[in-house]
């Protein structure tokens, strides 16, 4: 009843950019943090951004000055921006969102299917 849609990955040269995208839809009374995953092949998963409700930001030391995350909350939206690609960026980035439905108390997480992000030349 709650799904995340992601879309904006694919194949970039080292030095591009890429913006990836996830909408949230259904039954939502409201959204506190949102963010983005990526695990690369043999790794674990780790977190690479996240923004607040309110717009607070925190990134990987990766991302740092490179990756940009940013939100749109009247459509339900998050972005992610990433500039200076390199080969080490390449995996599958993964949506989450802490989402409260409509009729409920608590936000709980919900995920995307994730989208593979490719950077080679």
């Known amino acids: 009843q709650v799904q995340l849609v992601e879309s904006g990955g694919g194949l970039v040269q080292p030095g591009g950019s890429l913006r990836l995208s996830c909408t949230a839809s259904?039954?939502?009374?409201?959204?506190?943090?949102m963010g983005w995953y990526r695990r690369a092949p043999g790794k674990e998963r780790e977190l690479v951004a996240v923004?607040?409700?309110?717009?607070?930001?925190n990134y990987v030391d990766s991302a740092k000055g490179r990756f940009t995350i940013s939100r749109d909350n009247t459509k339900n939206t998050v972005y992610l921006q990433m500039n200076s690609l390199k080969p080490d960026d390449t995996a599958v980035y993964y949506c989450?969102?802490?989402?409260?439905?409509?009729?409920?108390?608590?936000?709980?997480?919900?995920w995307g299917q994730g989208t593979q992000v490719t950077v080679s030349s």
């Open positions: 989450n969102a802490d989402i409260r439905r409509w009729g409920t108390i608590h936000a709980i997480p919900y």
């Open positions: 259904g039954s939502i009374f409201s959204i506190n943090d």
């Open positions: 923004i607040t409700s309110n717009g607070g930001t």
